[in-house]
């Protein structure tokens, strides 16, 4: 099921990047539970029980609550683990990755945290991009950076500072989130700015 992706070098990059992500990753540093049980219910609905169980291997737990806090370095575990298992289905490693950011995103809407949020901003997504920082300290429990720069009514640069989460995820989950709350074509593009940074570009009608 697992796809070599030594002759896609922008999936390669993505492995390398969540490799060099996970080496940076402390025993302080930590994802809420959502994220992981949001990852584990995408490889349950394959039906394929022992990926599942290599994905539970990885990270070492089966159960989760989704606002408590779990060791970044498991998350990343289970995250590459469940992207190579899932390469062959969207396309490559990152693709699988920017699956499951949407997957991510769609399932921190529908939480209890996230409900409230999505009945707040929805169809305003000046509203939502204006609050990213504050749903972002919500999901994330790593001490990390928000910043929104606004390019213009349609486009904005969100820039992410120690943030473990590898771009391909982010870019999913802020695509998700984009059309969750009501926008047309959106579009999110990412540039590395070092090992925990990241510049994403959002764009939408």
Not at 126 to 139: E, F, G, Q, W
Not at 153 to 170: E, G, H, K, N, T
């Amino acid at each position: 099921m697992r796809r070599e992706t030594g002759a896609d070098p922008e999936s390669a990059g993505a492995e390398r990047e969540l490799e060099r992500r996970l080496t940076l990753a402390t025993p302080a540093d930590s994802v809420r539970g959502m994220f992981f049980r949001s990852v584990l219910e995408v490889m349950r609905e394959l039906g394929d029980m022992h990926a599942v169980e290599r994905c539970v291997e990885a990270c070492g737990e089966r159960k989760f609550v989704d606002f408590s806090c779990y060791p970044t370095s498991s998350f990343l575990r289970l995250l590459g683990t469940s992207a190579r298992l899932l390469g062959t289905g969207y396309g490559d490693f990152e693709g699988a990755l920017r699956a499951l950011g949407r997957r991510g995103a769609t399932d921190f809407f529908a939480s209890s945290t996230g409900r409230p949020l999505w009945t707040m901003l929805s169809g305003n997504p000046k509203r939502m991009v204006d609050n990213l920082p504050m749903a972002y300290a919500m999901a994330s429990a790593n001490g990390g950076q928000c910043l929104v720069t606004w390019v213009s009514s349609r486009q904005v640069r969100i820039l992410l500072d120690r943030d473990f989460l590898p771009c391909a995820y982010v870019e999913g989950a802020l695509t998700a989130a984009l059309e969750v709350l009501g926008t047309r074509d959106p579009r999110v593009r990412s540039r590395s700015l070092g090992p925990l940074g990241c510049e994403y570009s959002l764009t939408w009608l």
